[in-house]
């Protein structure tokens, strides 16, 4: 039986750039480019019509900056895509305000093909975190430290602390289960209640609520 491709929104001003990701991606059976934008105004609408799975989002734009369109399709889609932020540094503080806006990861210009593909590939599985040493070293340079610890952080169970941490790791929720002992409904359960406590959308999210918390910092 064939898989439903992924569905993918390409969005870049540069027309160039999109037609290069756009190659790449189609060349996989897997994947699937049902749309374009060079706006941020027009990857909403373009989201907004197409329902892709994933959207790639250059993070400087037109009219809409890539920041404020993330923040507009998550905050008025029930199921919206995974976004991908395009970046051409990836220590800008454009990126860390697109992840904590609410994208799923980031990706660099330069990447090569197999890297771009892996991880519209893997964004789209969702049960991992897009290059996690890069996502934890953007958290740790650009957090916006609470005052105090937020009150979520002492509602986390013993089990669930742990879970987050490794899912900092980049750990999959096999491997969860596997270092942990238990089974993947159990990790499943627990990654739930930890997006739930800490509020957050996704793992990339609640990574970098743990580091802005300074959970990362206490064992």
Do not use: C
């Not at 049902?34 to 009219?63: F, H, I």
């Amino acid at each position: 039986m064939r898989m439903t491709p992924v569905r993918i929104v390409l969005a870049d001003d540069e027309h160039m750039v999109r037609t290069a990701l756009r190659a790449i991606l189609s060349a996989e059976p897997d994947l699937e480019v049902v749309g374009e934008a060079a706006t941020g105004a027009q990857a909403v609408a373009a989201v907004r019509e197409l329902a892709p799975d994933v959207a790639l989002m250059d993070v400087r734009m037109p009219e809409v900056d890539g920041i404020r369109a993330t923040e507009q399709i998550l905050a008025t889609l029930d199921e919206p895509p995974r976004i991908i932020v395009v970046t051409t540094f990836e220590n800008d503080s454009y990126v860390y305000d697109a992840l904590r806006a609410g994208a799923a990861g980031f990706l660099l210009k330069r990447a090569d093909a197999d890297a771009l593909v892996q991880a519209v590939r893997l964004v789209a599985r969702s049960d991992t975190l897009l290059f996690p040493s890069a996502v934890r070293r953007l958290a740790a340079e650009h957090a916006r430290a609470y005052p105090a610890p937020p009150a979520w952080v002492a509602r986390l169970t013993g089990r669930e602390g742990e879970v987050l941490r490794l899912m900092a790791a980049g750990l999959t929720n096999a491997e969860i289960a596997g270092r942990m002992g238990v089974g993947p409904a159990t990790v499943k359960s627990h990654v739930a209640a930890v997006l739930a406590k800490t509020g957050t959308r996704d793992r990339t999210q609640a990574v970098i609520a743990a580091y802005e918390a300074g959970f990362m910092n206490n064992r």
